[in-house]
């Protein structure tokens, strides 16, 4: 983080069928010991509904964990399954973001689940106050995931897992135009560093206040990070 001048990182828990990869407390550990510098994102087990709507709200409320993250390849479930929608309900009455894959699936695992059109599209007509954040830029959907992001107000985008060399030319476009607020930065730590997303970031021809939105408007904002 400090090679890439990054101030603060979301910290993500993992949760599948089999339970969790990274728990909550695994990552609320790391934000209690560097407060300043990461803060938390929840996940829970999507099989368990009622307990895994405790959980959140707990994390959320007692600990400030600032969104939720459900990976759907995990759960070979796209987003418009029934098991999703409590989480998505009450991340809409604890006003947090959930954090989604988009685009094909980097394990072996079926891609289908990380389809924009019809998934994130449908949710997002279900529940028109739920943000979702959907990371890995979609390819190769990733026109389809900029029109879901210009369709519905509280859908956006973030570049996890992806160098800045490698957006695709119709997101380096939205980001130079009308998405300017609707995409921020990610990484893929520990398969990539920020830095390493970083690299080449000054090639794309973004202004600089398109750089400050991408960089850290975005997800202030949305993540509330300076409240």
Known sequence: MDEADARTGLLSAWWGPSGPLISNEEVLEST??????????????????????????????????????????????PTTDRRYYPVFAECVELGIPVCLQVGHSGPLRPSETGRPIPYIDQVAIDFPELVMVCGHIGYPWTQEMIAVATKHPNVYIDTSAYMAKRYPQELVHYMRTNGRKKVMFGTNYPMITPARCLEDLDKLGLDEETKALFLHGNAERLFRLGA
Do not use: C, I, N
């Not at 803060?39 to 959980?55: K, Q, T, Y």
């Open 32 to 77: 209690r010991r560097f407060p300043d510098r990461f803060r938390g994102l929840a996940s829970v087990d999507l099989f368990r509904p009622m307990e895994a709507v405790r959980e959140l709200r707990r994390y959320v409320r007692e600990h400030g964990f600032v969104g939720v993250r459900q990976v759907q390849w995990l759960w070979e479930l």
